[in-house]
């Protein structure tokens, strides 16, 4: 079966690459993670990450802490998580390039939008670091931001649940799945799926978005082959 999508965008929190420690970086999940972004690969879809931080730094360990200095800790958290999937997939022998929203040339390469583009094309994974560079925004919007840049065919956001619901499914048992919404819905409704400067974004520039659950690395697969899998919001 070939791939829906040419090229994709996937977001993941750093919670996941924790597992069920829930702190720090598992590797073996990781590594089972790293798999199924080769499988991808390999069915030559371009492939860019954006991770988040939260295994390591959630804003609300900073209670009385400077919100921006906050911010920067956090994305700092990333580029650590953005490392370690750089060096998983490079001994899967599937090149790789860390670009950073904060320069720090000793690691990684500063986000260059048309560097980045020429990466992918070449057959490079690409991961985004460091969200925006500027504290105030989520890896939410980072990624909403970058897919838009580098033209992604669609967002592919893998998260803890293995869809939208209308509440927390894990504390409402009455809670409504969704298989499809669009932007406005996700809006209105006030469904935590992204924060709303990120799916405004999309919305704006018309960015699909396709929520899934990565409990099992296997959907990543099926998500770009186009499977009816989680929600789709366009």
Request: hydrophobic share 45%; charged share 25%.
């Amino acid at each position: 079966m070939a791939p829906k999508y040419h090229r994709v965008l996937i977001k993941m929190s750093g919670e996941a690459l924790a597992g069920d420690e829930g702190f720090g970086i598992n590797p073996s999940v990781v590594e089972q993670i790293c798999k199924e972004i080769k499988r991808i690969a390999l069915q030559g879809v371009e492939i860019a990450i954006v991770v988040g931080g939260g295994n390591f730094w959630r804003g609300r360990y900073a209670e009385n802490m400077d919100k921006a200095s906050a911010d920067y800790m956090g994305m700092l958290a990333t580029v650590i998580n953005a490392m370690a999937i750089q060096d998983v997939l490079e001994r899967l022998d599937l090149p790789t390039r860390v670009q950073s929203a904060i320069q720090m040339n000793t690691v990684c390469e500063p986000y260059i939008k048309r560097k980045a583009i020429r990466h992918l094309e070449k057959g490079r994974v690409v991961v985004f670091a460091a969200g925006t560079g500027n504290p105030f925004f989520t890896t939410d919007t980072a990624a909403s931001l970058r897919a838009v840049e580098i033209d992604a065919d669609i967002i592919l956001l893998a998260k803890n649940v293995d869809a939208v619901y209308s509440a927390d499914p894990a504390v409402d048992p009455d809670a409504v799945r969704y298989d499809k919404l669009t932007y406005e819905e996700v809006m209105e409704k006030q469904l935590k799926v992204m924060d709303l400067t990120a799916v405004t974004l999309c919305r704006e520039n018309h960015m699909p978005i396709q929520v899934f659950g990565l409990n099992d690395p296997k959907n990543l697969v099926r998500a770009v082959d186009g499977e009816p899998i989680g929600t789709l919001i366009d």
